[in-house]
């Protein structure tokens, strides 16, 4: 009898052994998926607009602006925000049904030897205002100050 109580005892342990086992496989490989695999929260606080400014006869300053995918801002918000940020002056006409204009960011004014500020997101010039464009996580956009292409 004793002979039997060993063996089941030893069964026992064996089977709470493997159990064991299993549930820290299965948790290891859940913690990796997850980890490979992050929840909508935290790509948004990873989340950013990347924004290059060239201004006239200067680097590229390069910065950073966070995105939200609850409320994103328009170019315009954004670029104000910024120039905030960095104590430059920023200027701009609102033509209303037209939209936004910005007129000067920094030192360099519109108009300054025939030099305007411009806009791409990506390589590309959008056909909106300002205030009607919304950049995307991981845009890039640049303002560039130079000669009218129109």
């Known amino acids: ?3 039997l109580k060993k ?4 069964k026992k342990i064996l089977n709470y052994l493997i159990f064991l086992l299993i549930v820290t496989i ?3 490989f859940w913690q990796l998926s997850v980890r490979d695999h992050p929840s909508p929260k935290n790509i948004e606080k990873e989340a950013y607009i990347n924004l290059v400014f060239s201004f006239d ?3 590229k300053i390069q910065l950073q602006y966070p995105y939200s995918v609850a409320s994103p801002d328009n ?8 120039a905030k940020t960095q104590n430059w002056t920023f200027n701009f ?37 300002v205030d009607n464009f919304y950049p995307q996580a991981n845009d890039t956009v640049e303002w560039t100050f130079k000669l009218s292409e129109m």
């Open 26 to 28: 299965t948790a290891y």
């Open 7 to 10: 063996k089941s005892g030893g």
């Open 93 to 129: 006409d609102n033509y209303e049904s037209m939209g936004i204009l910005v007129t000067q960011i920094g030192a360099d004014k519109n108009g300054t030897d025939q030099k305007y500020w411009q806009y791409t997101s990506n390589g590309l010039t959008p056909l909106v205002s």
């Open 57 to 59: 006869n200067q680097e």
């Open 75 to 82: 170019l315009f918000s954004i670029t104000k925000d910024i």
């Open 1 to 3: 009898m004793e002979e």
